[in-house]
């Protein structure tokens, strides 16, 4: 019988947070599911402790790191779900999460892609879950501090979506990887995960090409997971992760936006970008702890 749910799950070196998110998992939906877990190439025990505890999730064992979109799409070529569920190794799914998706998800035909409203550890939102194209002007906005400081404004704040509810259930233009719910009807339709994206923007990717292909992206707060951010992978190679983040933006503005503005735009906004990647390289190598993009509470 065709599960709901295929849930696929990249990891590297986090056995303890996949553990827990696994468990929970399996503690907190009922809906029909499979799991299927790609390791790329851990060593601390990942997939001895797969092999002993959960011995019903399907494991694809990966030679090297070979990224998050590839990891996923050797997880979706062989899900058979009706939906598909992109969910980070270190994520603990609350009661009832999954299975309000799918329920949103068959409530709403018109919704090809949909996320939860995503928790940090201290239970207030990470911000990153609902967001915009990531557009010059909404970076501009958060990186200086204008969203900070009108968090309520359309204008400033469209980045992170501040200016609306928490709470509210409404339409997005992106979601975030961490847990994304997809209709099967929008794979077939537009493909798999651009593989160019090692690592990071390609969520915001696929659900540019799914509102381009005319289905709807929505950010449904009713279903929530804790997100501990940046376990794993990102820690284990802090320096490898700034590059592909600005890699990722810098191919994903070249693809996706690029062709909205005036080419010396373009390539100001190139240097810019180059900038960037050095100051938080050179940030990095400063701080105690080395990590990726920002400190989750």
């Known amino acids: 019988m065709t599960p709901d749910l295929s849930i696929s799950i990249p990891t590297l070196q986090a056995k303890d947070f996949l553990r827990d998110c696994l468990r929970s998992i399996y503690a907190h939906t009922h809906c029909s599911f499979e799991i299927i877990v790609v390791d790329n190439a851990s060593r601390d025990g990942t997939l001895e402790m797969l092999r002993d505890e959960f011995s019903a999730v399907r494991v694809i064992a990966n030679n090297t790191n070979v990224g998050f979109a590839k990891a996923i799409n050797q997880a979706l070529r062989v899900s058979q779900g009706r939906y598909a569920l992109l969910l980070n190794n270190d994520t603990v799914v609350l009661p009832d999460a999954l299975d309000r998706l799918v329920a949103f998800a ?24 609902r967001r915009s194209y990531a557009t010059p002007w909404d970076l501009f906005c958060y990186f200086s501090g204008l969203s900070t400081l009108f968090p309520h404004s359309p204008l400033f704040a469209r980045y992170l979506m501040t200016y609306r509810d928490e709470n ?9 990887g961490a847990c994304m719910l997809i209709r099967r009807a929008v794979i077939e339709q537009i493909g798999l995960l651009d593989e160019q994206f090692f690592a990071y923007q390609e969520d915001t990717d696929y659900c540019f090409r799914a509102k381009r292909a005319g289905w709807q992206v929505y950010y449904y707060p009713e279903a929530q997971i804790i997100h501990y951010a940046g376990r794993g992978g990102s820690r284990v ?37 180059v900038f960037k990647l050095l100051s938080a390289l ?13 400190r989750k509470p």
């Open 168 to 176: 509210e259930t409404h339409p997005a233009d992106a979601v975030s």
């Open 282 to 294: 050179l940030i990095n190598l400063f701080r105690r702890e080395k990590f990726a993009g920002s």
């Open 237 to 273: 190679s802090p320096y490898r992760s700034i590059w592909e983040w600005h890699r990722s933006y810098f191919l994903y503005y070249r693809k996706n936006l690029a062709s909205r503005y005036f080419f010396l735009f373009n390539w100001f906004y190139y240097v810019v970008m």
């Open 106 to 129: 068959d409530a709403h035909p018109q919704v090809g892609i949909c996320g939860p409203k995503i928790l940090n550890r201290d239970g207030t939102l990470q911000k990153q879950c």
